[in-house]
Every structure is written in C-alpha cells, then in structure tokens.
C-alpha cells in the first residue's frame, strides 16, 4: 500500500512537471510568434526606414569616440575604486556595485558638461521634438519589448537544445544580486538603474558612438548595426550568452529610433521602462516561486 501510494506521487509530480513544460512551451511560441508579427508589421509600416543621411550630428567621428570612450572608462574607474570595499568592510556585492555607479555618474556629467561646453552641437534642421520623441518612446516601448523577449525566448530555448541545459531564470548579474539584497542598497541599486544608467547609456552608445560610426562608415544603418553589436558584447559577463541576442535586438531598436528622430529621447524612454518592467518581473516571478 505503501509502494502504490509512492508510486501514485511520483506519477502525479510527473504529470504535473510535464504540463507545467507544455504551459511554458505554449506561452514560449506565443512570444516568439508575437515578436514576428511585431518584425512582419513593422517593416510594412516603415518602422525601419532611416533617413537619407548617414549622421545624425554634426560631432566630428574622432569627438564621438573619445566621448564614448571616456564615459565607459570613467564608469569603469567608480567601479575600480570601490571594488576593495567588499574586502574590507562587511559589504554586499550590490553594495559595492551601487557606490561604483554613485561614484561614476558625477564624473562623467563632469565629462559631459565640459564637453557640451567647449564643442556644442549646433542645431540639426530634422530632429523632432523632445516631446515628440518621448511620445515616440513610449508607443514604441511595447513592440520593442516584444521583440527582445522573443528573441531571447528563442535563443534560451536553442541553449536548451543544443547545450542541454535550461538558462539562467534571471537573465542579469546585477537582477539576481538585486533579488537576494536588502537595506539601503536596492532602492539606490534601482533608481540608478531605471533612471541614471539608461540615459547614459544612451549618450554614450547612441548619442556618440553611433553617429561617429555612422560618419565613419558612410553608413547609417552599418552605425546602427555595429553600435547594437558592441552594446551586447559590453553586456557580456552581466549575461549569459544566450542573452546576448535580445540585447543585440534592444540595441538596434534604440538604435533605429535614435538615427529616425535625430535624439536620443525615445530611445531613453523604451531604455527606462525596459530596465523597470525587467525588475518588477523578476521581483513578482522570484515571490511567486518561494
């Protein structure tokens, strides 16, 4: 009686773990097929036509590199110079994480304002709006969104497939440190996150490094391409592999929208409340599973 009762849970667990895999695979199909229409829809409606010049500023190529380069190196300076804190004082990783980005963010707005300063852009004839651009940004946050997390299902699921083992459920370093912190550090750790680091991220990768590339190359949608490329490879080592694809798919959205409206505004937007619908998800999925 005893052995029946052991054999009926394991076959009740068994049956439970196979439907539980059938709702995943389900929903997984629904968000890759919801990604393709979202492609298939925005190619027909010109989601994706970039304008005839190959610049969207009027920065010299060698001006857009050293920029870009001296916003990543100060970031990885705040970093640098926080990262002996953990062995010294009684500090948790996203602990020192949050100080780096604190320390960072005033160094490269010193950056920024003195560069803005001594070369300022002059104003470009075919830029929208700033209100305009965010209206851009926040229409365009849902298909965006759709197609990156298509794509990463997509990918997650090729791992599954030919590495034989399923990815990591929460998909960044900095989320999976977040989920396990407390204290001062989280709140800090996710106003940085949803508002501080999307936007320079954006002045950097999108506002400099694209157009310098775009200049250089003659090309528009090369700058576009390569930008996105190197925004998922600094990625690296925050993600698994597998991630690498969806961001690649984010960077060329924000991309795209960078070199249409001629601003890095809508690209902010969608960056922002991508970061902040990446954190109440994980937050609502990690509850849901304790």
């Known amino acids: 009686r005893a052995s029946r009762s052991r054999a009926d849970s394991n076959v009740a667990r068994v049956s439970e773990t196979i ?34 010049s190959a610049s969207t500023t009027n920065r010299s190529p060698a001006e857009g590199f050293f920029v870009f380069a001296g916003l990543m ?60 651009a965010i209206r851009l940004g926040i229409r365009r946050f849902l298909p965006v969104w759709l197609v990156v997390v298509g794509v990463a299902t997509a990918s997650s699921l090729m791992r599954q497939v030919v590495a034989g083992e399923p990815s990591d459920p929460v998909g960044h370093a900095s989320l999976a440190m977040l ?21 320079l991220e954006e002045v950097a990768f999108r506002g400099f490094l694209q157009p310098a590339l775009s200049r250089l190359l003659g090309s528009a949608r090369w700058g576009v391409v390569l930008t996105a490329g190197l925004f998922a490879v600094a990625h690296l080592g925050a993600v698994q592999w597998d991630g690498l694809p969806g961001l690649f798919m984010l960077g060329l959205g924000l991309g795209i929208l960078r070199d249409q409206t001629g601003r890095i505004e809508s690209a902010v937007v969608v960056h922002v409340l991508f970061n902040l619908l990446n954190i109440v998800l994980t937050w609502i999925s990690t509850s849901a599973s304790v």
Request: glycine share 8%.
């Open 73 to 132: 190196l100060l970031g990885f300076l705040g970093q640098g110079l926080v990262a002996p804190i953990q062995s010294e004082y009684p500090a948790t990783e996203l602990e020192v994480h949050t100080l780096g980005l604190v320390l960072s963010l005033p160094l490269q707005l010193m950056l920024l304002a003195t560069v803005t300063r001594v070369f300022p852009t002059l104003p470009l004839p075919h830029r929208i709006s700033r209100k305009e």
């Open 179 to 199: 989920i396990e912190s407390s204290g001062w550090a989280v709140p800090t750790f996710v106003l940085m996150v949803t508002l501080a680091v999307p936007w």
């Open 19 to 52: 439907s539980s895999k059938m709702v995943m695979t389900v929903f997984d199909g629904i968000l890759i097929g919801a990604a393709a229409v979202v492609v298939l829809h925005g190619r027909s409606a010109g989601w994706y036509a970039l304008p005839d």
